[in-house]
Antibody, heavy 118, light 110 residues
Framework: QVQLVQSGAEVQKPGASVKVSCKAS????????IHWVRQAPGQGLEWMGW????????NSARDFQGRVAMTRDTSINTVYMELTGLRSDDTAVYYC???????????WGQGTVVTVSS | QAVLTQPASVSGSPGQSITISCTGA?????????VSWFQQHPGKAPKLIIF???DRPSGVSNRFSGSKSGNTASLTISGLQPEDEADYYC??????????FGGGTKLTVL
């Protein structure tokens, strides 16, 4: 069965970076994009960007350009999302989700809570 | 911030039908038939309930249906049930090869 398993909760200080992993199983890793979506406490969903595991190509939302980096390791079917220059308003649950190029997300990771606090 | 506009809340009684609108622009909903809808219960990951404007994933009730006219997509839930109470989000593909979500709509089943 398809599964996306994310790394555990993180607490970081303002200005630091966080790197969240998402390990895929149950399907051909290079057949689908992985998108990143976050949700701040009590707020809605926010699309952050995608990575194409087949070739490592990426695209990100304008609000995150210059601060987000998405990479993949095809040997272990894992993608990573690193967010730098953390601020308190980056406190959120971060999800990875599987889909095609467009946001048709049929499987989601369990979410990773990232807390930014001094 | 959300680029697609949804009503903040809607409500209905069990058995009734409700519709949630999602308004975008010429370069997202208006251009592509790549609108999805997600249902999210508190503390849970979102669940895909409609994709490509009108299609339902296997296992999703046929009480959920989607449509689109111009720059506005809609989700209709018929025969409301208590378990439908949740947050609903629309999403679309955009001309810059990005994704975008609506702000979300809280559905209350009275």
């Amino acid at each position: 069965q398809v599964q996306l398993v994310q790394s555990g909760a993180e607490v970081q200080k303002p200005g630091a970076s966080v790197k969240v992993s998402c390990k895929a199983s149950g399907y051909t890793f290079t057949d689908f994009y992985i998108h990143w979506v976050r949700q701040a406490p009590g707020q809605g969903l926010e699309w952050m960007g995608w990575i194409k595991p087949q070739n490592g190509g990426t695209n990100s939302a304008r609000d995150f350009q210059g601060r987000v980096a998405m990479t993949r390791d095809t040997s272990i079917n894992t993608v990573y999302m690193e967010l730098t220059g953390l601020r308190s308003d980056d406190t959120a649950v971060y999800y990875c989700a599987r889909g095609p190029l467009w946001p048709r997300f049929d499987y989601w990771g369990q979410g990773t809570v990232v807390t930014v606090s001094s | 911030q959300a680029v697609l506009t949804q009503p903040a809340s809607v409500s209905g009684s069990p058995g009734q039908s409700i519709t949630i609108s999602c308004t975008g622009a010429d370069n997202d909903i208006g251009r592509y038939n790549y609108v999805s809808w997600f249902q999210q219960h508190p503390g849970k990951a979102p669940k895909l309930i409609i994709f490509d404007v009108t299609d339902r994933p296997s296992g999703v009730s046929n009480r959920f249906s989607g449509s689109k006219s111009g720059n506005t997509a809609s989700l209709t839930i018929s025969g409301l049930q208590p378990e439908d109470e949740a947050d609903y989000y629309c999403s679309s593909y955009t001309s810059s090869a990005r994704g975008v979500f609506g702000g979300g709509t809280k559905l209350t089943v009275l």
